[in-house]
């Protein structure tokens, strides 16, 4: 069977230690039960493209796994180290585009229009700071570097490595939550 041109990589930490800066306002379970419902969310939003998790928990790959997706299983790498082996793995199988979508996208919808463009497409966060979503060719080398900043990082990347930067502001996959003010959703969605 081949492979399918465009792959979706999503990240998802151990649901138990996800969104630590929301324990003033939800208790260790409820933080676990939100990090969960977002990931189903960005999985959901995948659809019809294969999707991959790449995660270092059982319980997250028992999850993804029950949930349809393949995992890819980065122990011990880190976020960057882990999406960047993801992505060398769907390269390694013929994927020819990953998108790389984080797991705590509330409104998160279709994900398959971010790998319509040639290049490299980021959606950056609503701050201009994250990479909430982009796309690459996934056999480019892109060096993966999230964290503060990684929305300029990321383009500067796209750039050395003289790949066309296109960049899109989407309301809805530029909604992350990582703040308290974060869990109080856009009523018009």
């Known amino acids: 069977m081949a492979a399918p041109p465009i792959a979706v990589v999503v990240p998802v930490k151990d649901f138990t230690r ?13 933080r ?24 270092d928990d059982v319980d997250v ?5 029950a949930a349809g997706a393949d995992v890819i299983w980065t122990p011990g790498l880190g ?20 998108v790389v979508a984080h797991s705590d996208l509330p409104l998160a919808t279709s994900l398959a229009w971010v790998a319509a463009t040639p290049g490299v497409t980021l959606v950056p ?3 201009l700071d994250g990479t909430n979503v982009l796309a690459v060719p996934a056999a480019a080398g892109f060096r993966f570097s999230y964290g503060a900043g990684s929305f300029d990082r990321h383009r500067a990347e796209g750039l050395r490595l003289a790949l066309p930067v296109r960049i899109v502001r989407d309301a809805r996959l530029g909604w992350d939550v990582d703040h308290p003010a974060d869990l109080a959703l856009p009523a018009h969605y």
Request: charged share 25%; with cysteine.
């Open 125 to 127: 966060d609503r701050r």
């Open 79 to 98: 976020l960057n180290g882990a999406v960047q082996a993801g992505v060398a793995e769907l390269a390694d199988r013929g994927v020819d585009t990953v």
């Open 61 to 65: 790959r028992t999850w993804a796994e």
């Open 32 to 55: 676990a039960e939100l990090a969960r419902d977002m990931a189903g969310i960005v999985l959901a939003a995948a659809a019809p493209l294969p999707v991959s998790v790449v995660c």
């Open 18 to 30: 996800a969104k630590v800066r929301l324990a003033q306002h939800l208790d260790a379970a409820a």
